[in-house]
């Protein structure tokens, strides 16, 4: 949630961030519900500090005298009207905080100013592309591939989007989650096993409600609704939590099958693994002190990229520009590796930090040791790595004129052999 003092003291910053950032969001509403509520509060404050006195004035006064009679009955009429007035208050500050929902974080000075991807700007490229010879195809297209990863017969069992791995394609799997959860550890980063569904608070604390609910597949009696990544299940661990400032910065890692209903993709996207409802992913996520975020930002992509590096996979690093820049976040980054059977890049990870948006949302602060003052923590999260396009990567990129696709040095002892396929 944004920093209400800026709504307040700053409107024209958050006016241009919402511009910027292509949102609906009408802030002139959201001001109008936060100066009603605020004055409300003021009444009712009034009001019971009256009460206050006139409880007062009555303990000096002798029980059944005149004077003591008419501020009984000044008495039930302030507590009748400061009643319905608190009735009133409760009603401004839920429409107030429903409004105050839809803003959107404030992009950090240093994102690039555009209104679509194309204003995305390249921070950095690792590995040469490799040149595509006659044996390249896209990973859909090896005649092996339906062998190990059968959508067909996920799409009977399910629907679109959901297929099965099989054989050499699920050990792929769990060997590339083993190398990232393993890697992320020697990083630094504490294992967590997080539930995969999570309650209403929990998706509007990190910010998927309201601004992604279309995208979330959820259950109706319970209203659970199943991560679209672990980030969410794994930033709320802190909700409603003070920690100490010496206790920060804080990692944790985690593996979760991701759930996205992805509406409107259609078309290339979304051949082969390019795009899934199901998908496995380690997400990486930091709580750390407002005077660190930005280094702890450029940490984390370094954490993705290395991974990247040990796989063997030439890849690029966008800096995204405003309107490609999420609701949430103040900065991002995105990794995308090269799939040479597709001649195009494929997003892997995003890095991203939110500054006190999540934290404000989720009531996750720290202490300061010297001041004793407490503040919201600044959250930061990343895909360490997101799987199926790692794998399409793996398998374009890697596939042998003989037809097999080599297991890059750093894998093989998670998949336990060199090669996979014919």
Not at 69 to 77: D, F, G, L, R, S
Not at 288 to 303: A, C, F, I, N
């Amino acid at each position: 949630m944004i920093d209400p003092r800026l709504l307040r003291e700053q409107p024209d910053l958050v006016r241009t961030a919402i511009r910027a950032k292509g949102s609906d969001c009408d802030l002139d509403a959201v001001l109008a519900a936060d100066a009603a509520w605020r004055a409300k509060t003021a009444e009712v404050e009034r009001m019971r500090s009256q009460q206050k006195a006139a409880n007062t004035d009555m303990a000096k006064l002798p029980k059944g005298s005149p004077e003591f009679i008419a501020k009984v009955q000044e008495m039930k009429a302030v507590s009748a009207q400061l009643k319905t007035e608190e009735a009133a208050l409760k009603d401004l500050e839920a429409k107030w905080h429903a409004l105050a929902l839809t803003v959107p974080n404030v992009p950090h000075a240093s994102v690039p100013v555009a209104p679509d991807p194309s204003g995305n700007v390249t921070h950095a490229t690792w590995g040469e592309l490799p040149a595509k010879a006659p044996h390249h195809r896209a990973h859909w297209e090896i005649p092996w591939f339906p062998q190990v990863i059968d959508f067909a017969r996920g799409s009977k069992v399910t629907g679109a989007g959901f297929p099965f791995y099989v054989g050499d394609g699920a050990r792929l799997a769990r060997a590339l989650i083993q190398f990232f959860l393993e890697e992320a550890g020697q990083a630094g980063y504490v294992e967590v096993s997080p539930p995969i569904f999570v309650n209403q608070a929990s998706a509007t604390a990190t910010g998927q409600l309201p601004d992604k609910e279309g995208q979330m597949y959820q259950t109706v009696e319970d209203t659970l609704f199943a991560v679209p990544t672990a980030e969410v299940p794994l930033t709320n661990f802190f909700r409603d939590e003070i920690l100490e400032a010496a206790a920060l910065p804080v990692y944790r890692c985690a593996y979760t099958p991701c759930f996205r209903r992805e509406a409107g993709s259609y078309g290339k996207d979304v051949r082969g693994l390019n795009r899934l409802h199901q998908f496995d992913k380690v997400e990486l996520v930091k709580w750390v002190h407002p005077s660190t975020s930005y280094d702890e930002l450029e940490k984390l992509r370094g954490d993705a990229e290395r991974l990247l590096q040990k796989l063997e996979l030439p890849y690029r690093v966008l800096l995204m520009c405003t309107g490609d820049l999420g609701f949430t976040q103040t900065k991002k980054y995105d990794l995308e590796v090269w799939a040479v059977g597709q001649q195009r890049w494929l997003e892997v990870s995003s890095c991203s930090n939110f500054e006190a948006f999540q934290a404000r949302r989720a009531q996750i602060r720290y202490r300061d040791a010297a001041t004793n003052k407490v503040e919201p923590v600044h959250t930061l999260n990343g895909s360490g790595l997101a799987l199926p396009r790692v794998m399409v990567a793996l398998l374009e990129n890697n596939l042998q004129p003989d037809g097999r696709v080599r297991i890059p040095a750093a894998l093989r002892p998670w998949f336990g052999k060199e090669f996979l396929g014919a």
